[in-house]
């Protein structure tokens, strides 16, 4: 996808997504124009016409995509990211932690199925022992 495309998917997304879940920002056009700055800041070491890709892009890695970066503010959440291959892409965090394990070697990880109370206390010992 090109700068322009990732740009128009990202306000049809917000459109799309906003509509479904009643927000009423949908059709602000100055929240759009918050949306317009914070890619354009994402975006800024990209070529217009440069191609730049996405984590469809990526289908190898059996990676499920989160919805929180693929939702509602995208924006924000989405990450402009160098590839070993010196290509742009525009992912999401389990894409690219996929991509670059090393990165995240050192976050301490959850078990997938954690209660609120369990994971609480993980925390609490962690940041005791620290």
Not at 22 to 51: C, N, T
Not at 58 to 72: Q, W
Not at 96 to 104: E, G, S, T, W
């Amino acid at each position: 996808m090109t700068k322009p495309e990732i740009v128009q998917q990202v306000l049809n997304d917000f459109r799309n997504e906003s509509e479904r879940a009643h927000i009423p920002e949908r059709s602000d056009v100055d929240y759009e124009a918050i949306i317009l700055s914070a890619l354009e800041k994402s975006l800024q070491a990209v070529e217009p016409g440069a191609d730049i890709r996405t984590c469809e892009d990526f289908e190898l890695l059996n990676v499920t995509c989160c919805e929180s970066c693929h939702g509602l503010h995208q924006h924000y959440e989405m990450s402009l990211v160098e590839t070993e291959s010196a290509d742009n892409a525009w992912i999401c965090c389990a894409v690219d932690r996929a991509l670059r394990p090393a990165k995240y070697a050192n976050l301490y990880q959850l078990p997938k199925y954690m209660t609120f109370d369990e994971m609480l206390t993980a925390f609490i010992r962690k940041s005791e022992d620290a």
